[in-house]
C-alpha cells in the first residue's frame, strides 16, 4: 500500500464501498478527503483497496478551458446518452480518482461561483463533464472535468432540475452567478433546450479517448438503441428534492 503525508497509508475507496472499508478498520481524513489504513486495520481485508498509480493533473488531451470564455450554463446532455456517463463507464474506484483529482485540483472549490464546500446547507462540490459535439461524425467526445457545487450542477443539468421540481431554483442560480436577469436567463435556457432537441436527433457515439490515454479501463456503456431505456429507468429513480 502507498504511503504518503504524516507516514498514512491512502487508500481508494469508492463511495458505495466506505462501510465495507471502515468495518475493516480504515479511518477517513478530512483534510485530505481520503481513507487511510488505521492503526488496528486488517489489512488483508483492505488490500483490494491498496492505491492506483496517480493520475496526472490535466488528463491527455483535456482542454481545461473549453468551451473558451463560458461561466456557469446550461449545458444538456441530449437524450441518447442520458446517464451514459463517465461514472457509469468506468469502476466506482476510477471514479474516485477522478472526483478526488477534480476537486482536489481547484482547491475545493467551485470553478464557476468559486464557492467552498458547505455541509450545513447541503453544498458539496460534484464532478462534471463537458463534451465536444461532432456533426459530422456523430461522435460526443469528452474534453474536460470541472468541479461544481451542488447549486451550479443543478443549474447546469437544467433537465433534471425541471424533472426534480428545482427549476426555479436552478435559474435563481443562473442569475446569481452571471448577473443576469431573470428574463435574461429564461431566454439562455430555452436556447439551451432548442439546441438540445436538435441534438436529439441524432444517436451519439461517446469518445471517451482522455480517460483510456490515462490508463483508465472503460466499461463498454449500453449501446445507443438502448440508452433511451436506461434513461427512463433512471428517471423513474430519481427523487424529487424539496
Given at each position: 500500500m502507498q504511503t504518503s503525508g504524516a507516514g498514512r497509508?491512502?487508500?481508494d475507496v469508492a463511495f458505495a464501498e466506505k462501510d465495507e472499508a471502515k468495518?475493516?478498520?480504515a479511518r477517513w481524513d478530512p483534510q485530505a478527503r481520503r481513507w487511510y489504513v488505521?492503526?488496528?486495520?486488517d489489512?488483508?481485508?483492505?488490500?483490494?483497496f491498496t492505491p492506483r498509480p496517480p493520475l496526472p493533473e490535466t488528463l491527455p488531451g483535456e482542454l481545461r478551458t473549453f468551451p473558451a470564455g463560458q461561466g456557469l450554463f446550461v449545458d444538456l446532455i441530449p437524450r441518447s446518452c442520458w446517464f451514459t456517463n463517465v461514472r457509469s463507464c468506468v469502476e466506482p474506484r476510477d471514479w474516485e480518482r477522478l472526483r478526488k483529482l477534480i476537486i482536489d485540483r481547484t482547491g475545493n472549490e467551485c470553478e464557476?461561483?468559486?464557492?467552498?464546500?458547505d455541509r450545513e446547507h447541503q453544498l458539496y462540490m460534484e464532478c462534471h463533464e463537458r463534451w465536444h459535439y461532432d456533426d459530422q461524425t456523430h461522435t460526443q467526445?469528452?474534453?474536460r472535468l470541472l468541479c461544481l457545487c451542488t447549486r451550479c450542477h443543478e443549474a447546469t443539468h437544467m433537465g433534471l432540475a425541471k424533472i426534480r421540481r428545482r427549476e426555479f431554483e436552478a435559474i435563481e442560480q443562473l442569475t446569481r452567478v452571471e448577473g443576469w436577469t431573470f428574463e435574461r436567463a429564461e431566454e439562455h435556457v430555452e436556447a439551451a433546450f432548442e439546441l438540445w432537441r436538435e441534438r436529439n436527433r441524432t444517436n451519439w457515439t461517446l469518445d471517451l479517448t482522455i480517460l483510456t490515454d490515462a490508463g483508465i479501463q472503460i466499461r463498454r456503456p449500453p449501446d445507443a438503441r438502448d440508452r433511451a431505456d436506461v434513461a427512463e429507468a433512471e428517471l423513474a429513480r430519481q427523487p424529487e428534492r424539496a
Open positions: 497509508e491512502w487508500l468495518a475493516a478498520g488505521g492503526p488496528r486495520a489489512r488483508e481485508r483492505l488490500a483490494r464557476t461561483c468559486y464557492e467552498p464546500p467526445r469528452l474534453v
